[in-house]
């Protein structure tokens, strides 16, 4: 599709915009320099703030300038929306550490490259910090009418659950204000964001429209939800990351492979950047074949080349094959190897240096891949147990301190599928 306004409908990326139409002959008409946020109110980014990274991504693509605020000063602030209760305030320190972390991650996923459609990363610390109460009250605040702002979702929701301090009911201006700075340095003309944010896109849409009387365009992406409504990574320890040390390359591919196929159309739309015909084959495959999992591995393979790099994929599809017997352990390096270890059922088991290891029926109960010694020694004795991926044959088999991995690790299997491991530290 050569209209990008059709491409993101057709993807499903358009929940709620301004006008649409007028915002499709801008972007036929001319390179429309556009914005999306991003606060520092976590260590790091994940897969929801990917939606609006890749949407950026499909919009300078399409030959638009993208610029990226990192929150130093709204993420001081917190924005209340889709928040049930006040945020904890982090301490001024903690988000400056953020607000770099999260730069350089938002940079990774636009073109640097000079010319009309180059990226551009700020904070907006940069001109919130030097506003004065006064002059935010009297330049900026004197532009939003209270019955206007309570009549956010947002802040009516609040308000009726036990409400909301004035430093979070002041968040709707700071980021209003932030295209009105954006559209008087740098002709911003269009802001993005989830459909949980239109309140404060629309903000800033009336901000410039009082202040310049000018007309400029919001358009919000919907939340990405699972097929039961429910968001993904919301669960605690569940935050699907984007940089490795908050999750490895390895959880982040399994994480994509293991999605149902009732999630995958829209998976497919969202995250990846195959064509209509190539997504629309995959889902048909889907339908004929879905044991063979083509359209999991595809979008697995496309968003780790993204988000981590090539190198990366390769070494976790390489350590995938392994963990289910079909290339080496020992060749895999011990990062990776720990990384595969985590996602599977595992254990640890400390042993006496120099002792004994204990027998692989036990080792098999300790990481819970069997329910009973009695099933290990069935699996053995119907040849379906393995050892580092060699078959076990003796239902007494005891492995040795050379049959341990890097970090200390033994991988089991049972069958083709069920995978574990045990770490076994020697004091």
């Known amino acids: 599709m050569n209209d990008v306004i059709d491409d993101l409908s057709w993807r499903g990326l358009i929940?709620?915009?301004t006008d649409l139409d007028d915002l499709r002959k801008a972007l036929d008409a001319e390179t429309v320099t556009f914005y999306c946020g991003f606060d520092p109110t976590?260590?790091?980014?994940?897969?929801?703030?990917?939606?609006?990274?890749?949407?950026?991504?499909?919009?300078?693509?399409?030959?638009?300038?993208?610029?990226?605020?990192?929150g130093g000063a709204t993420g001081l602030i917190g924005d209340p929306s889709g928040k049930s209760a006040e945020r904890v305030l982090n301490a001024p320190e903690v988000v400056a550490g953020w607000v770099d972390r999260i730069r350089g991650e938002v940079s990774r996923f636009l073109?640097?490259?000079?010319?009309?459609?180059?990226?551009?990363?700020?904070?907006?610390?940069?001109?919130?910090?030097?506003?004065?109460?006064?002059?935010?009250?009297?330049?900026?605040?004197k532009h939003f009418p209270v019955n206007q702002m309570l009549s956010r979702e947002v802040v009516r929701g609040r308000l009726e659950s036990g409400g909301l301090s004035y430093?979070?009911?002041?968040?709707?201006i700071l980021q209003g204000n932030d295209f009105l700075e954006l559209y008087q340095r740098h002709g911003c003309t269009l802001q993005t964001g989830g459909s949980d944010q239109w309140g404060n896109l629309v903000s800033g849409v009336d901000l410039i429209r009082r202040v310049t009387g000018e007309t400029v365009h919001a358009v919000a992406t919907p939340l990405i939800t699972k097929p039961d409504g429910t968001k993904y990574g919301k669960t605690e320890g569940e935050a699907v990351w984007?940089?490795?040390?908050?999750?490895?390359?390895?959880?982040?591919?399994?994480?994509?492979?293991n999605r149902a196929d009732a999630e995958m159309p829209a998976l497919l739309r969202v995250?990846?950047?195959?064509?209509?015909?190539?997504?629309?084959?995959?889902?048909?495959?889907?339908?004929?074949?879905?044991?063979?999992?083509?359209?999991?591995?595809?979008?697995a393979e496309e968003m780790t080349i993204l988000v981590h790099g090539e190198a990366e994929l390769r070494r976790v599809q390489a350590a995938s094959e392994a963990l289910f017997g079909q290339g080496e352990l020992r060749a895999l390096d011990p990062a990776t190897l720990a990384a595969a270890v985590a996602e599977v059922p595992h254990a640890v088991i400390d042993v006496q240096a120099g002792g004994p290891l204990p027998p692989v029926v036990d080792l098999m109960?300790?990481?819970?891949?069997?329910?009973?010694?009695?099933?290990?020694?069935?699996?053995?004795?119907?040849?379906?147990?393995?050892?580092?991926?060699?078959?076990?044959?003796?239902?007494?088999?005891?492995?040795?301190?050379?049959?341990?991995?890097?970090?200390?690790?033994?991988?089991?299997r049972r069958g083709k599928r069920t995978a574990g491991a045990v770490q076994v530290r020697q004091r």
């Open 271 to 299: 995250f990846s950047f195959l064509s209509r015909a190539e997504i629309e084959d995959l889902e048909r495959e889907i339908a004929a074949r879905p044991a063979a999992r083509e359209a999991q591995r595809r979008l």
């Open 167 to 172: 430093t979070e009911f002041s968040y709707q």
């Open 365 to 412: 109960v300790a990481c819970g891949i069997v329910p009973s010694k009695s099933a290990a020694r069935r699996a053995i004795t119907e040849g379906g147990a393995y050892l580092n991926n060699e078959k076990v044959t003796a239902e007494d088999a005891v492995p040795d301190t050379g049959d341990l991995l890097d970090g200390g690790f033994l991988v089991l």
């Open 15 to 17: 929940a709620q915009s």
């Open 242 to 257: 984007l940089s490795q040390d908050l999750m490895s390359s390895y959880a982040f591919y399994q994480f994509w492979v």
């Open 111 to 141: 073109d640097f490259t000079p010319g009309p459609a180059v990226a551009t990363v700020v904070s907006n610390l940069d001109w919130t910090g030097q506003m004065t109460a006064i002059e935010f009250l009297r330049d900026i605040g």
């Open 42 to 70: 976590a260590p790091g980014l994940h897969i929801g703030n990917l939606v609006q990274l890749l949407t950026m991504r499909r919009l300078q693509l399409a030959g638009h300038r993208p610029i990226a605020i990192v």
